[in-house]
């Protein structure tokens, strides 16, 4: 299983960015499919997720600024971040979670930065 995110780079403060994340290779099933992140000195914690039945979930720090969806087509996840603030500065992975074995598969990590 392997998984290509897209989408990061700069942005000011207020704008938008959205980020793309797809999987490939021997997948029966997607269970979850979501958004970590990591910023310098912090540990990894939920951005987001949305699980196969469309059921969603966000962190406290980015409800209503940021919106998940996926396509079960095509196996993506997206993450539309809008009004973003410096402090949503972090290297940002995609991780789904299989729905029969319910393993966890991570991305490469793509970098948002926010600038005042």
């Known amino acids: 299983v392997q998984l290509q995110a897209s989408g990061g780079g700069l942005v000011q403060a207020g704008g938008s960015l959205r980020l793309s994340c797809a999987a490939s290779g021997r997948i029966s099933g997607i269970n979850v499919m979501g958004w970590h992140r990591q910023a310098p000195g912090k540990q990894r914690g939920l951005v987001a997720a949305?699980?196969?039945?469309?059921?969603?979930k966000y962190s406290d720090s980015v409800k209503g600024r940021f919106t998940v969806s996926r396509s079960f087509v095509r196996n993506t996840v997206y993450l539309q971040m809008n009004s973003l603030k410096l402090e949503d500065t972090a290297v940002y992975y995609c991780?789904?979670?299989?729905?029969?074995?319910?393993?966890?598969?991570w991305g490469q990590g793509t970098q948002v930065t926010v600038s005042s």
């Open positions: 949305v699980n196969s039945d469309g059921n969603t």
């Open positions: 991780v789904i979670r299989l729905l029969l074995s319910d393993a966890a598969y």
